[in-house]
């Protein structure tokens, strides 16, 4: 996929300083330690890297995908990515800053989630270059004095430490016993696969460290960390995030991803070029200052953007019709081909927008009409807004209600 040409030596793969650089710095917050990690690149033996994943949340998005392109880099460089199934601590509840446990799982849906999740995981990293494990495979035999003796390890004055944590113990809301048992749990599984380096985003620095002790005082080498930058939505504002709703998924239709990377405020184009493709650091630096100055089109480079990320996840002739569908509909205003028919049982404007499913409640029907972002497009290719909620509303056979930018049905008779 990232395709990096690296030169080998007696079948040993010889990295120049400016290779190690662009590991370890590009699309990177922070190594602890970066040096030493640097050392262990050098060193040219197979590193195991681990990444975990909560199985309560089976989809992925683009903001996942910057880590995981640094596990497809590292394995284009013979490096075994070990992905572990928190399937122990789902049912823990771990609030990573978002002050809120997290729901108890039961197998199955564990099972399901994680069967969703490696569909996407793999891709963008290698398969055939990774091991799956699951938790249950060590915490299966752990017994109550396994636990204890881990407890043991580190005080509570040390896991209050953490931000969230601390926030929460200072601000007198509860800290169940669980959610301090969940770093602990996450820390031993490096130890069981000797893990060499572990990944995560920077909300997950703490558990890392953990992890890194942990091992030290077990007698292993301690892991290094390699913590991820954090994803800006489509908001422009706030982490990329399902529950926020300004999340792009790796799955999404290709229409609808390229849709949504078109909808990113012109200051994120750079910074998810440099996180989620492979655009040279110098064309980078030339493209931001271009963007400062205004001696480039922003629409332009954001098109080139949400092609060469909506071609990363579909084929590229996909990215081609998703590129020239959104010229027609959204930059032409023309009406897409394929609009879904719907034949109104009622006549009431509001009403047809929501039996249709072009919105999900009177009240955001009434709403989008007052704000005049409902539009008739009739057959002879005439468009007029509707500005008023009519209780009858008349149309021909043919006739398209668009909603928005990317919302339409085809109103038919019969």
């Keep these: 996929m990232l395709g990096w040409p690296w030169p080998t030596l007696g079948g040993r793969t ?40 909560d199985p309560s949340r089976p989809d992925i998005h683009l903001g996942h995908v910057v880590g995981l392109r ?9 490096h075994q990515v070990i992905l572990i199934v928190g399937d122990w601590t789902a049912q823990i509840g771990d609030p990573s800053g978002q002050s809120a446990t997290r729901p108890m799982l039961t197998h199955e849906e564990v099972v399901a989630n994680a069967q969703s999740y ?49 926030q929460r113990f200072k601000e007198h809301r509860p800290i169940a016993i669980t959610e301090l048992l969940y ?20 909300d997950q620095k703490f558990n890392l460290l953990v992890g890194r002790e942990l091992q ?21 504002v706030q982490k990329m995030s399902k529950s926020l709703g300004n999340y792009i998924g790796v799955e999404e239709p290709p229409n609808y991803m390229y849709g949504k990377l078109m909808s990113l405020p012109d200051e994120l184009i750079v910074p998810y070029l440099d996180y989620l493709t492979d655009t040279p650091d110098g064309e980078l ?31 590229r002739e996909a990215a081609d019709a998703a590129q020239e569908q959104f010229e027609r509909v959204i930059q032409r205003r023309a009406v897409p081909a394929d609009v879904p028919a719907f034949h109104p049982a009622e006549r009431q404007l509001s009403r047809i927008l929501v039996t249709s499913g072009l919105v999900s409640s009177n009240a955001e029907a009434k709403r989008l009409i007052r704000q005049g972002a409902v539009e008739l497009v009739t057959t002879s290719g005439t468009s007029r807004t509707l500005e008023e909620d009519y209780q009858v509303f008349e149309f021909r056979d043919g006739d398209v209600i668009r909603v928005g930018k990317r919302r339409f049905i085809r109103l038919v008779e019969n």
């Design 14 to 53: 010889l990295l120049s300083q400016e290779a190690i650089d662009r590991i370890t710095r590009r699309g990177v917050k922070e190594i602890i330690s970066h040096e030493e990690f640097a050392r262990m690149l050098q060193a040219g033996k197979p590193l195991r890297l681990k990444m975990g994943f």
């Design 285 to 315: 630096a030339a493209l931001s200052q271009d963007l400062g100055t205004g001696a480039v089109n922003p629409m332009e480079l954001k098109k080139r953007l949400a092609w060469e990320i909506t071609a990363q996840f579909h084929a």
């Design 118 to 166: 490696l569909r996407q995981f793999f891709k963008v990293v290698d398969e055939k270059r990774t091991q799956v494990m699951w938790q249950s495979e060590w915490f299966g035999k752990f017994t109550l004095a396994d636990v204890i003796r881990l407890t043991s390890k580190f005080t509570v004055a040390q896991f209050l430490e953490r931000d969230d944590f601390a």
């Design 70 to 78: 640094k596990l497809r880099q590292l394995q284009e460089l013979g």
């Design 183 to 202: 770093p602990l749990l996450q820390a031993y599984d490096s130890v069981a696969i000797q893990s060499d380096v572990e990944f995560g985003g920077t």
């Design 216 to 236: 030290e005082m077990l007698g292993q080498r301690p892991q290094q960390c390699f913590l991820m930058p954090i994803l800006v939505g489509t908001d422009g």
